[in-house]
């Protein structure tokens, strides 16, 4: 999924993401799915971030697991197409706000990232509660 505007490493973690939706059988492309991607991105920025500020990455992506885990998913013929949920585009709306604001031209791993942070209240409570806050 080619995106314009979007960085390498962020064209990279959607398409991981679009692997882990296949591989779990989801339907629908979710922010989690993108979340997970970009904790699991070797050498990503939102990992040194996360380090930084001293967040157990691992607790991260455990949080992110459990989210997936709930997600349904499609049993029998497959997926031919997976479709973008509506909460990833309101995550893409808010990655490229927060690119503005920042006055980049790019939307990056770290926007995408943000824009998980306000993509699901559950999700963002559970990850605040370990440390990560936009």
Known sequence: MAVPNFTTKAQEALEAAQRIAHERSHAELEPAHLALALIQQEEGIVTAVLRALHVDVADVGRIVTERLAALPTV???????????????????????????????????E??????LTADANVTQRLASVGVTP
């Open 75 to 109: 049993t029998g013929g497959g997926i031919a197409q997976l479709g973008l949920s509506r909460s990833l585009q309101a995550l893409f709306q808010a990655a490229l706000a927060a690119a503005k604001r920042m006055q980049d031209t790019f939307v990056s791993t």
């Open 111 to 116: 926007h995408l990232f943000l824009g998980f």
